[in-house]
């Protein structure tokens, strides 16, 4: 089976549960607003575009306004503020890594393979996830959503690992859980694996046309 020498992986739903404490930190700042609430599955079904979209949808939907007025509103950015607040004191609470995550990824650095992740989550808080679960330092790159003027889809991510690293796309390989990460990867001319307990925005993962669906992330150490 063919080897590479990269891999980039997604972050939320890929590496890391995130959703419930994602879903306790947006209805903390709901409840400031004196919005109604949102379930799990909404927020689970507005993960992949980052935080910033994530919190526009759930407060549009509260507040039974539309998406565009709400972007467009001075009380987003009140709302962003009260979300950081709570995010930081809610990351770890109910967010888990992955099985099989950890000792993947440590086998995977003891084989030589450059790891990189490749998000759309905002920078502060990617740090605040990979902190928390102590998987920072088995990376050597971290993209987030804010590191390059675009994100995923937008292959600029995966080309900067590329390109720091110095090594050719049919090398690397992109491990994601959506249609976002799936379309990353062919923009990027790489191979894509995704795995099927992700949230990829309510749809199938078999609808998104991957090379290959993987029960965990142990099948990347047959590579």
């Not at 950081?84 to 995550?101: A, D, I, K, T």
């Not at 003027?149 to 491990?175: M, N, S, W």
Request: charged share 20%; net charge negative.
């Amino acid at each position: 089976m063919k080897h590479f020498d990269l891999i980039m992986f997604d972050l939320d739903g890929t590496l890391v549960e995130t959703a419930p404490e994602i879903m306790d930190a947006v209805n903390d700042t709901l409840g400031c607003f004196d919005l109604g609430l949102v379930t799990q599955q909404q927020v689970n079904d507005w993960i992949g575009h980052g935080t910033l979209e994530l919190l526009i949808q759930a407060l549009a939907f509260s507040s039974q306004r539309p998406v565009a007025e709400v972007r467009a509103s001075a009380q987003l950015h009140s709302m962003t503020a009260r979300y950081n607040g709570f995010y930081e004191q809610r990351c770890g609470s109910r967010s888990r890594l992955y099985p099989q995550v950890l000792d993947t990824l440590v086998a995977l650095r003891a084989l030589g393979v450059k790891l990189a992740v490749v998000t759309n989550k905002e920078g502060r808080y990617t740090r605040i996830a990979m902190d928390v679960h102590q998987i920072t330092q088995l990376f050597d790159a971290v993209v987030c959503g804010d590191t390059f003027a675009t994100k995923k889809p937008d292959p600029a991510g995966v080309r900067h690992c590329l390109q720091r690293f110095d090594i050719r796309p049919e090398r690397a390989l992109f491990v994601g859980d959506s249609s976002i990460d799936v379309a990353t990867a062919r923009n990027a001319g790489v191979s894509v694996w995704v795995l099927p307990y992700g949230y990829n925005m309510g749809q199938p993962i078999e609808t998104c046309a991957a090379d290959r669906i993987i029960a965990d992330c142990s099948a990347l150490l047959n590579t």
